[in-house]
Each structure stands twice: as structure tokens, then as C-alpha cells.
């Protein structure tokens, strides 16, 4: 899957090992930054992330900072972006599920690695459920009816 990956400074160590076993798992990972410890603000990189995906350019992103909170509020700004922010996999798997949910967002002060991949497994692996939560899920986009 083509994956998009952005971070502020405070979760590029984060950022780093998510990205790299992403691609060892084999997906097409494009990581947008930050890439430094130099402090950086999170809705750049959440404003990055989410035209990124509005542009077709990944099927998917995730998106972290100290507590994932700051920057899932820069994505969910976007109108095409539904952003989850979670710190366990059940939340991830619900939001595929009831709200198709585009980009995962976590907080490396509050999860550890292997917390943060089984969150994003079930983001990967979990289908959209369609059906009642299509028409719930439609009202969020642009066009609201
Ligand atoms: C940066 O120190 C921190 O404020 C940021 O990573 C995030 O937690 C904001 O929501």
C-alpha cells in the first residue's frame, strides 16, 4: 500500500521505526518530514500530510506528534481527511470500520513501538464496513448533504 508518514519533532523516532517496518513488510512508504530533533510546528506537517493524500498521492497516511493530538486536528481540517486518533488497536480497527478512517494519528509520548504497529496493522487490514456508517461517512466530506 502506498503509505505517507509525517511527524513533528517530537515523534520522528517514532516516525522513523514505523517507517522502516512498514517497508520491510513491503509497503510504499513516503515519509514527509519532520526529519530533525529541531523543533518544527505540527500543523505544517499535518497540512503536508493531508494534501498529500488529497492528492492522490498515498492511499493512507499516519500522522504523530507528542500526544497525536495537535497534528490530528491540522489533518482532520482537511474536508477529505478523516483522521482516528488512538493509542490502541481496537479504536483503529473501528475507525476502518465505521468511518473509513484515511489516516491514523498516535502520540509518541503516550504509546511505545509495539502498541503504535498493532495499531497500525489493524489500520491496514481492516476493511471499511459500508452499509449505514457509507451514508454517516458521507456527510463528513465537502459536499455535506
Ligand atoms: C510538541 O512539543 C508537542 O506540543 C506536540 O508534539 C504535540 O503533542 C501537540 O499536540
Given amino acids: 500500500m502506498r503509505i505517507a508518514i509525517a511527524s513533528d519533532h517530537a515523534a520522528v523516532a517514532l516516525k522513523a521505526a514505523l517507517a522502516d517496518w512498514l517497508r520491510s513488510e513491503g509497503h510504499d512508504v513516503e515519509d514527509l518530514g519532520t526529519n530533525g530533533e ?19 498521492k498515498a492511499e493512507r497516511g499516519i ?40 489516516v491514523l494519528a498516535m502520540g509518541a509520548r503516550i504509546i511505545g513501538i509495539e502498541m503504535a504497529k498493532a495499531c497500525v496493522t489493524a489500520f491496514l487490514t481492516t476493511p471499511f464496513g459500508g452499509e449505514r456508517h457509507a451514508r454517516r461517512v458521507a456527510k463528513l466530506g465537502k459536499a455535506r448533504p
Fill in 63 to 102: 500522522a504523530l506528534c507528542g500526544t497525536g493530538i495537535g497534528i490530528s486536528i491540522a489533518v482532520n481540517r482537511h474536508p477529505e481527511i478523516r483522521c482516528a486518533l488512538v493509542s490502541e488497536p481496537l479504536s483503529a480497527t473501528l475507525a476502518r470500520e465505521h468511518n473509513d478512517a484515511n
Fill in 38 to 56: 529541531a523543533g518544527v510546528d505540527y500543523p505544517d506537517f499535518g497540512y503536508k500530510l493531508a494534501a498529500h493524500l488529497a492528492a492522490g
